[in-house]
């Protein structure tokens, strides 16, 4: 069975302490993985695709990593408006069907 | 660039009653999602669709049903809402490698 699962549950940084959150994955023949940032509210927001073990991505203070079984969302120098819950999703091969995590809530202190 | 609208936003209903939830999205995607999002469980596919007309069952179909008449709209219907429906919907649309575009949210309440 296809599964993602993401860790910590919740992270607590204060401003400028770097962290990574986990994204561990068994999907068959994976296509794609996905990273999304949600705020409170809102619908998840689009961050990064990576397609194959050894790509990476960034953008600002983010950057996603991939290997054959995880992903890795790194924060550099995190600020409180990075406080989100962040959403890793696979896409396995077959059909255009993502499987979710259940997110990592970060929380950013000044 | 409007993206996924969803509507409508928030929506109070008796145990019993039915309503329609409406996802119109303006990217010419061809799949579209409904998803159900629950406290401590993720997101859940209730239903999505691969192209007009057509849809298809999620993990938790149950007591929802869908239309997919045109392209660019998908409808999630509950015929008789019970309190276990009480959750915020999340419309998705992608086209067929991309990352989902995701609508703001419903939030329902079942009394």
């Known amino acids: 069975e296809d599964q993602v699962t993401q860790s910590p549950e919740a992270l607590r940084l204060q401003e400028g302490e770097s962290s990574s959150l986990n994204c561990s994955y068994t999907?068959?023949?994976?296509?794609?993985l996905f990273w999304y940032r949600q705020d409170p509210g809102k619908g998840p927001e689009f961050l990064f695709t990576l397609y194959s073990a050894g790509e990476e991505k960034e953008k600002e203070r983010l950057k996603a990593t991939l290997t054959k079984k995880e992903s890795f969302l790194h924060i550099t120098a995190p600020k409180p408006e990075d406080s989100a819950t962040y959403l890793c999703?696979?896409?396995?091969?077959?059909?255009?069907?993502?499987?979710f995590g259940t997110g990592t809530r970060l929380l950013v202190s000044p | 660039n409007a993206g996924v609208t969803q509507t409508p936003k928030f929506r109070v209903l008796k145990t019993g009653q039915s309503m329609t939830l409406l996802c119109a999205q303006d990217?010419?995607?061809?799949?579209m999602y409904w998803y159900r999002q629950d406290p401590g469980m993720g997101l859940r596919l209730i239903h999505y669709s691969v192209g007009e007309g057509t849809t298809a069952k999620g993990e938790v179909p149950d007591g929802y049903n869908v239309s997919r008449l045109k392209k660019q709209n998908f409808l999630l219907g509950l015929e008789s809402a019970a309190p276990s429906q009480t959750s915020v919907y999340f419309c998705?649309?992608?086209?067929?490698?991309?990352?989902?575009?995701f609508g703001s949210g419903t939030r329902l309440t079942v009394v």
């Open positions: 999907v068959s023949g994976l296509r794609g």
């Open positions: 998705a649309s992608s086209s067929q490698i991309g990352g989902y575009t």
């Open positions: 990217m010419n995607h061809e799949y």
């Open positions: 999703a696979a896409l396995p091969s077959g059909f255009q069907k993502l499987v």
